[in-house]
């Protein structure tokens, strides 16, 4: 017999959240707790995205029909018919999806007594460093965050981009920190031509990649890009499901999956693999989600490129602790403890 319940919590964030389309100052997160008879308890959360069609309110209204499933399959080491069945139920809704799998796969490493990335074989000491965003604002306030960033010991920034000053904002960041690995993202916001011009003028600032340059119902674009660019792409918005693989494959170099885009863990492994078989790279991102997703994000470090799990970096208190990331560093092969490293503080 397993129970379930789940909370909608509103988040603040340390600092307003700009990217080109909009900027956000608090979160939404709904998480999840699925009790077995034992009494342990996994954790999980959604951090939905109007973006992506989804809202703290439509989590809410979905979310007891996910875990009537749960409930009803019974155990949850039958994972992968519990994501199977969550897919059938409610289609799209992927981050109330993601919020069960969370939950599910913290049970059921718990049940094991295992870290989650042992239930997968992986090496936690095969780990990397999760990028810290910068997001969009004036030149002053994201030169105080990148100085802040710096002091807390980061060494790999990704900066939000997709305005008239661009370049400017890259200059500056590159004179505050001459020595961090840099990514940019364009959150969709330029023409392709646009794209491929800016991006001849970003590459003096050695940057790593650039992601998302084109809008993700362009894919002529995209490729158009792709074809001209300088520097390697990455997608992000033109890439949520496994199927969008093959046909982002030829026009980019890394897929940025999220969990709340794709809707579960299986899923997110199943991309992982997909994404290697089209020679590509793999990077692991996040919404402004709380350590209650994020610990679980944490433990596919191991087969990730590029991490960037920076969101309870970005809130002012998360309720949840996780998996430590010391300068960024994410930090899997200290966790002592069994799950996810989920737990509510
Ligand atoms: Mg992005």
């Not at 094991?112 to 990028?131: C, F, H, K, Q, V």
């Amino acid at each position: 017999m397993l129970s379930t319940e789940f909370q909608r919590r509103t988040i603040p964030l340390e600092y307003a959240f700009g990217i080109a389309r909009e900027t956000q100052t608090e979160t939404e997160v709904v998480t999840v707790h699925i009790e077995d008879e034992d009494g342990r308890v996994g954790i999980g959360a959604a951090t939905p995205s109007a973006h992506y069609g989804e809202t703290a309110a439509t989590v809410e209204a979905v979310l007891p029909d996910l875990l009537a499933v749960v409930e009803d399959v019974g155990d949850p080491l039958h994972l992968e018919r519990i994501e199977r069945r969550m897919r059938e139920t409610v289609r799209r809704n992927p981050a109330a999806r993601a919020a069960v799998s969370i939950a599910c796969h913290d049970l059921v490493a718990k049940q094991l007594d295992i870290p989650l990335y042992r239930y997968w074989g992986l090496d936690p000491t095969n780990t990397l460093e999760t990028s810290y965003t910068i997001g969009l604002d004036d030149l002053e306030t994201m030169r105080e965050k990148t100085t802040a960033a710096l002091e807390r010991g980061h060494e790999t920034l990704k900066i939000k981009l997709g305005t008239d000053r661009d370049l400017e904002i890259i200059e500056m960041i590159r004179d505050v920190a001459p020595d961090v690995r840099l990514y940019a993202d364009a959150n969709e916001a330029w023409t392709p031509r646009e794209a491929v011009s800016r991006i001849d003028r970003l590459a003096a600032y050695d940057l790593e990649f650039i992601e998302q340059p084109v809008p993700a119902d362009d894919p002529a674009g995209l490729q158009f890009v792709y074809e001209r660019s300088v520097l390697p792409i990455a997608v992000d918005e033109s890439c949520s499901t496994l199927p969008d693989i093959p046909r982002v494959a030829d026009r980019c170099d890394i897929v940025n999956l999220k969990l709340m885009k794709c809707g579960g863990l299986r899923e997110a492994v199943r991309m992982i693999h997909t994404a290697r078989a089209h020679g590509l790279e793999v990077m692991c991102g996040c919404m402004t989600e709380s350590h209650a997703s994020i610990a679980a994000a944490c433990h596919l470090a191991p087969m990730l490129d590029y991490a960037d799990l920076d969101g309870p970096l970005l809130l002012a208190d998360d309720p949840y602790a996780g998996v430590a990331m010391p300068s960024g560093r994410i930090d899997l092969a200290s966790l002592e403890r069994a799950g996810t490293g989920a737990r509510l503080e």
